[in-house]
């Protein structure tokens, strides 16, 4: 495959993702990099899961063979996205509605927004919402707050008193890319699923991407995730994130499935947004510092890379479950790297080093 990364980078990925499989940092990884013409390098290493024979989860040292049955982890492999939601599904669709003269990003939402008037997220702005500014609770705790009813989730999620004042503080909370899914919503009368399929993943050409659960055949090409004591197994084409699941799979915070190379074609159209879902004013205003002095510094959802500068353009966008992707519109270059760390660990130490050092790998300082 012709790539623009040279042999000796290659092989420094290539090494560093195998050294992640040989420390229980994750069983396997697929990693994919390219520019506006597609993938130009990529490969995948480990296993979906490790040996059956292996300690579960939450095991450590040194990894052992796979055993012969182990599935090997392969480019068309699906990954729990977990928060990649945020930038595959909510933030595009919330960028064909800007574009369609639907939404505006400074205008309060009670000015508009019934089930939010008058309450304390009508003063909150879109804009707040996506760079993390709203003043939210940082946590989710949805179903310790409001219950298992999805209407009473959103009831509760949509009054909820804020922490602080809007724009005071960039503080990152899963319930800013919910609070905005429920938005989109309410100004197409759809489903947050059906909008990105529509909107976004179908135009993309992005075939293999959806929110959970997958059905039995496809979450056999899944990368499990953490071990769940209430089914007795990891995890494997259902969602990890709990508040999705309390939701019935599908919202804001999480959910989607996808592959290394669906997530090419998506990050493609950041480089070059000429064709639908969204155009070159969406791209620019999102790749770039919307929160003045405040730090850390964000875009609209995406955030400059650790370790970067605001000059070498690199933005970022991570998922608990052990993924990640970048793009930068100055260099012409986008990667993504997918993990499945949560099978053996919530530490996210591990992963962090290895997404930093991939990250310098495809990006190198200059």
């Given at each position: ?24 940092v ?26 059956s ?19 090997p ?13 945020k ?25 508009f927004?019934?089930?939010v008037a008058?309450r ?95 059905p ?35 919202c ?37 510092v ?7 510094a ?11 500068a ?17 793009v930068?519109?100055?260099?012409g ?18 992963v ?7 990250r ?7």
């Amino acid at each position: 495959m012709n790539t623009t990364l040279g042999p000796g980078r290659l092989a420094r990925i290539e090494r560093l993702l195998q050294d992640g499989v040989r420390d229980r940092v994750y069983p396997g990884a697929v990693w994919a990099a390219g520019d506006a013409s597609g993938i130009t390098a990529g490969g995948a290493v480990g296993h979906l899961a490790p040996p059956s024979a292996s300690p579960p989860a939450r095991a450590s040292g040194p990894a052992s063979a796979p055993a012969p049955d182990a599935q090997p982890t392969t480019p068309a492999t699906l990954f729990d996205l977990a928060s990649l939601t945020k930038v595959i599904a909510v933030w595009p669709v919330v960028g064909t509605l800007v574009e369609a003269g639907k939404l505006r990003l400074d205008v309060p939402l009670g000015s508009f927004w019934p089930e939010v008037a008058g309450r304390p997220l009508g003063d909150v702005t879109a804009l707040h919402l996506l760079t993390h500014t709203a003043g939210l609770p940082l946590r989710a705790n949805l179903r310790a707050l409001y219950g298992t009813d999805p209407q009473d989730v959103r009831d509760g999620v949509l009054r909820e008193v804020l922490r602080r004042r809007a724009g005071e503080a960039v503080e990152y909370t899963d319930r800013a890319a919910l609070v905005l899914g429920y938005l989109a919503e309410f100004l197409t009368g759809r489903p947050l699923a059906e909008l990105a399929e529509v909107r976004v993943w179908g135009p993309l050409g992005m075939t293999r991407t959806r929110y959970g659960p997958l059905p039995a055949g496809l979450a056999a090409r899944c990368a499990p995730t953490e071990y769940d004591e209430e089914t007795g197994a990891h995890l494997q084409g259902t969602v990890h994130d709990f508040s999705t699941r309390l939701l019935g799979g599908a919202c804001g915070i999480a959910g989607t499935f996808s592959t290394a190379g669906d997530l090419g074609r998506f990050l493609r159209q950041l480089l070059d947004p000429v064709r639908p879902p969204f155009g070159p004013e969406w791209a620019a205003a999102s790749l770039r510092v919307r929160t003045g002095g405040l730090t850390p510094a964000r875009g609209l959802f995406w955030h400059l890379a650790p370790g970067t500068a605001v000059r070498e353009d690199v933005w970022v966008h991570y998922g608990f479950t052990g993924t990640g992707m970048w793009v930068s519109p100055g260099r012409g270059r986008w990667a993504v790297l997918l993990t499945n760390k949560l099978y053996f660990t919530r530490d996210t130490g591990p992963v962090t080093a290895v997404r930093d050092a991939f990250r310098q790998a495809v990006f190198p300082a200059g």
